[in-house]
């Protein structure tokens, strides 16, 4: 294959990595339309709170853990290979998810999802660097880009459609075909390659950072289930967390072929632009978890209703991010992504406004807006990440920030939940006071929760659901408020550390061509 031309494949190749990522993301925006069938105790399994949110976090932890590991694997061993055998063990983990029998087994089968998404991902960019030639590179990654923001496009309504005509396990068995399918045309047509100079493993590092976060985010969901932070169940773990990514840091601080090079974050472009990504990702993750229940439970939505209400995010997304690299370079990172952080807290901060009698155009304008704005962000973050670091090192900064998401998504979800989950639990209280104690706490953890109890009460569960929604929209109201809290975080890290427009400098013909190759 000439370096120069490329792979002749090559754009047959792309298709068949753009159609093999689909079942990875599709699975994790499917899911958010899923949870309120899967906490059904009649229809699904009857989860939880903190079980849904460990459904999530089980794979988003893993697949966070191991996604530089497996990207090393696999420059070692062989990117087809590895690609080869990800899309074998997510077809296998999804089809446990789908016969999942409790909760525990979900979680699990959720985590072998996320071994196999680790996988997946890094060898998909691998690939198209390999196969396609430097100036066509970028136009193959934005493809690529753009199969994903289509896979989250249409995972809510595909959710919803599956929900509405079949069990809850099929929004994961609809991934067994695709990566039947995928295996086949990874095997006929993928070339394989290596890295001749592959980096060295750190299992040490991995397994760190997997205990570490694993233990601060059970802390953080077990005080949402107590609604309190003072219990030793809550403050053990979380503090055990934090210990172990101490050590993690001074490990990865230590060692010269770390699994995640903390070092880069003393380059302040690099840390703000990896804070930014990190601050948006847990915002949205957490929202679209309570907005999930607002929309089928207080509204009264269907699955296939809910997930259309999520398509103008999705599309969004996919109209502004093309354009958003001009906005980036027109007014430069600093401004576009300030500007864009304002309007998603915006949003955030709106969420505190929903009720019961919202109207629905409005809450569309809402999604539209913030998805726009997110569109707007990830251009600037990533340009900012790839200029603070060498050449060599882009495939390690994409990475990092893939890490960073995912980690962030996680505990979005959990410290959100957890808020949701305490503020509810307190709301509620007053109403449950004539249910046995045991039952009280039981029925207090959620409002799918509650609802089960409605149920089972018949007639006389019916005094309340009222009480039940005016409780959870109030502990969605804290919630949201929190995330627009740390909004306004992000706000301050890209006003204060966001690098500016760049400027033409003057007598640019006179520097030393050093400079000019290195400004290039």
């Known amino acids: 294959m000439d370096p120069n031309t490329g792979h002749p494949r090559r754009w047959g190749i792309l298709g068949v990595l753009v159609f093999s990522l689909l079942a990875v993301v599709l699975d994790n925006t499917i899911l958010n339309v899923a949870m309120k069938t899967i906490a059904d105790e009649t229809v699904g399994l009857g989860a939880t709170q903190s079980e849904l949110e460990w459904a999530i976090n089980s794979y988003t932890l893993v697949f966070a853990g191991l996604l530089f590991t497996f990207g090393v694997i696999g420059d070692r061993t062989g990117r087809k290979r ?47 660097s390999n196969v396609f030639p430097p100036g066509e590179r970028g136009k193959a990654i934005g493809v690529w880009a753009g199969g994903v923001g289509l896979a989250v496009a249409i995972g809510p309504i595909t959710g919803g459609l599956l929900i509405e005509h079949f069990w809850w396990g099929s929004v994961f068995l609809v991934n067994v075909p695709i990566v039947v399918i995928s295996m086949i045309l990874i095997s006929t047509i993928v070339p394989e390659s290596r890295d001749p100079k592959p980096s060295r493993l750190d299992p040490v590092g991995v397994v760190l950072s997997i205990i570490g976060l694993v233990a601060i985010v059970y802390g953080i969901i077990r005080g949402g289930e107590l609604a309190t932070v003072a219990s030793a169940e809550v403050l053990v773990p979380t503090l055990f967390g934090l210990a172990v990514l101490a050590g993690f840091v001074w490990w990865e601080r230590r060692i010269d072929h770390p699994v995640f090079d903390v070092r880069s974050f003393a380059n302040v472009r690099f840390s703000s632009a990896i804070g930014m990504m990190g601050i948006v990702f847990f915002a949205m993750m957490g929202g679209m978890f309570f907005l999930t229940f607002y929309l089928q439970i207080v509204l009264g939505f269907t699955p296939i209703q809910a997930g259309a209400l999520m398509i103008p995010f999705a599309a969004a997304q996919l109209i502004f991010a093309p354009l958003s690299q001009r906005v980036n370079e027109r007014f430069g990172a600093k401004l576009s992504a300030t500007v864009s952080m304002i309007v998603v807290t915006m949003a955030l901060g709106s969420y505190a406004l929903l009720d019961q009698n919202t109207p629905i155009v409005l809450i569309e304008v809402i999604f539209f807006v913030q998805g726009a704005a997110m569109a707007n962000i990830m251009p600037p973050a990533t340009t900012a990440i790839m200029e603070s670091l060498p050449r060599e090192k882009a495939g390690v900064g994409s990475a990092m920030s893939n890490t960073i998401r995912q980690v962030s998504g996680a505990l979005g979800v959990a410290v959100l939940g957890s808020v949701l989950s305490s503020s509810y639990r307190g709301e509620i209280a007053p109403a449950l006071a004539e249910l046995p104690a045991g039952a009280q706490h039981a029925a207090g953890e959620s409002i799918m929760a509650t609802m089960g109890v409605v149920q089972e009460l018949g007639a006389k569960g019916q005094a309340l659901v009222q009480p039940a929604f005016n409780a959870f929209i109030d502990g969605m109201h804290v919630t949201a408020l929190v995330s627009a809290v740390i909004g306004l975080l992000g706000i301050a890290v890209v006003a204060v550390w966001m690098p500016g427009k760049a400027r033409p400098a003057k007598h640019a013909e006179h520097k030393e061509p050093a400079m000019s190759s290195s400004a290039g």
């Open 82 to 128: 590895m690609l080869f055998i990800g899309m074998a063990l997510f077809g296998l983990a999804s089809l446990a998810s789908a016969y999942a029998q409790d909760p525990m087994q979900l979680i699990l089968a959720r985590a072998a999802m996320g071994i196999g998404g680790a996988a997946i991902m890094p060898a998909t960019l691998a690939i198209i």
